[in-house]
């Protein structure tokens, strides 16, 4: 079945630093892969999104991009903030597993932004 | 307003006991899911539905029900709560559509004793 892997936390920057949190997916045909956030305390938003290869997902200075080839989709930011404190979650849709159009998600990370 | 509400908010109950959440959605999406939350395991699908005549059980169904009372509710029901059911619960839409963007609410956090 399909399944996302992600980088485990917690992750602490300083303010200003570059952010990388890896996801690497298994999945049949040609799943949609998703970033989303959770800031404490409410529901997880959509961040970024990608539904095909090469494709370059992008929102609030957040980048990721479609790899298929290392079937990567890795969320990087240049300089992050302490507002960018938050539970990160990679996820796939559309893949080969039962009931394709729900989405399966990474156990998500965990980042904290220090001033 | 919020687009996707959940009630209540938190909820603790005792062993034993049924408990209902229960999900409402103006975005007018088709499709509707439950998820639970647990730190460390990421979002589990418990129930997801296309549409009110078509329910299906998602990767952890064992122990819940649900119930689609019209397009814009959904209702999630543990008939029996026991302590390991103790989690953060999530209800999502979505739009008809192969990319499938999620719409979350804001959770319900539910303390079985």
């Known amino acids: 079945g399909d399944s996302v892997t992600q980088m485990e936390g917690p992750v602490t920057l300083s303010e200003e630093a570059f952010l990388t949190i890896n996801c690497t997916y298994t999945?049949?045909?040609?799943?949609?892969l998703f970033w989303y956030v959770q800031y404490p305390g409410e529901g997880l938003q959509l961040l970024l999104k990608?539904?095909?290869?090469?494709d370059k997902g992008s929102n609030k200075g957040f980048e990721a991009t479609y790899r298929k080839e290392t079937t990567s989709f890795h969320l990087e930011k240049g300089s992050v903030q302490v507002s960018d404190s938050a539970v990160y979650f990679c996820a796939l849709s559309g893949g080969s597993g039962a009931g394709s159009y729900q989405l399966t998600f990474g156990k998500g990370t965990k980042l904290s932004v220090i001033p | 307003d919020a687009d996707v509400t959940q009630t209540p908010r938190n909820r603790i109950t005792k062993t034993g006991k049924r408990i209902m959440l229960e999900c409402s959605q103006t975005k007018g999406h088709d499709r509707m899911y439950w998820y639970r939350q647990d730190p460390g395991l990421g979002l589990r699908l418990i129930y997801y539905?296309?549409?009110?005549?078509?329910?299906n059980k998602g990767e952890i169904s064992d122990g819940y029900s649900v119930s689609r009372q019209a397009q814009a509710k959904f209702s999630l029901s543990l008939e029996s709560a026991i302590p390991n059911q103790t989690a953060l619960y999530f209800c999502?839409?979505?739009?008809?559509?192969?990319?499938?963007?999620?719409?979350f609410g804001p959770g319900t956090r539910l303390t079985v004793l």
């Open positions: 999945a049949t045909g040609y799943p949609s």
């Open positions: 539905s296309f549409d009110v005549k078509d329910i």
């Open positions: 990608a539904t095909k290869a090469d």
């Open positions: 999502a839409t979505s739009a008809q559509g192969r990319y499938n963007e999620q719409f």
